[in-house]
């Protein structure tokens, strides 16, 4: 099993509720299955850089134009996308670490997807056969923490709706959510409480991505 680990917290874990989250998940997961192969990025780390117009026409154009030839600058603008790609095409799971801010993901995640979820790197795409995977990924794991609780289907909430539209475009549906709400302490008293529950259903969802048959993926 090969996991690739995001994270787009920029506080230490024992100031981050999302990253005690994952903290949680990991420990139960190695446990369950001690072979796993783990790749870690710290987006505060190795930051991706906003689109670009060079990054769209190396994406883009040879999708319009069969015979493009991207120029040098255009291959140099793919450098970032290109390596994290190549990470996320040879993963299993997909596991993003973060906090909801101003009701969505953090910039430095949509930057990373957009780097990331790009013709030529993580699918295909043309008229003929319309969008193909180049990837393996079965199950994106979303932890997540919010000050506030969302009920489900919450039209404030574009947080999971940009996660499942994004990577469910690429053909990944299954993706598993685990929310701590209510981390406001200033509006809920019961905060501690939320994170206790959420980090139990982290342990869970970990227990059921370890019980997941990669072994088709793994033979691809």
């Known amino acids: ?4 680990h995001i994270c787009a917290n920029p506080k230490p874990t024992e100031e981050s509720v999302s990253k005690q989250l994952a903290a949680a998940f990991f420990a139960k997961l190695i446990e369950l299955k001690p ?3 783990l790749v870690n990025v710290n987006l505060y780390d190795e930051k991706p850089p906003f689109y670009s117009y060079e990054l769209f026409r190396r994406c883009w ?9 991207p120029t040098k600058v255009e291959e140099m603008a793919m450098n970032y996308a290109g390596k994290q790609a190549e990470m996320f095409n040879a993963a299993d799971v997909i596991v993003l670490t973060m906090p909801m801010w101003n009701f969505s993901v953090p910039a430095i995640m949509k930057a990373w997807m957009d780097q990331v979820i790009a013709p030529g790197l993580t699918f295909s ?3 003929e056969d319309g969008i193909k995977p180049l990837h393996k990924v079965k199950s994106v794991v979303l932890l997540v923490a919010s000050g506030s609780i969302y009920k489900e289907g919450d039209a404030r909430d574009a947080l999971t709706s940009q996660v499942r539209s994004a990577f469910g475009f690429i053909g990944i549906d299954d993706i598993e959510i685990v929310w701590a709400e209510g981390q406001n302490p200033l509006f809920f008293d019961n905060s501690e409480e939320n994170k206790a529950m959420a980090i139990d259903a982290a ?3 970990a227990e059921d991505i370890a019980e997941m048959d990669f072994s088709e993926s793994e033979a691809e």
């Open 1 to 4: 099993m090969n996991i690739l």
């Open 35 to 37: 072979d796993a192969e």
């Open 61 to 69: 154009y040879p999708v319009f134009d069969e015979n493009y030839e």
């Open 125 to 127: 795409i043309s008229k």
């Open 203 to 205: 342990s869970e969802i």
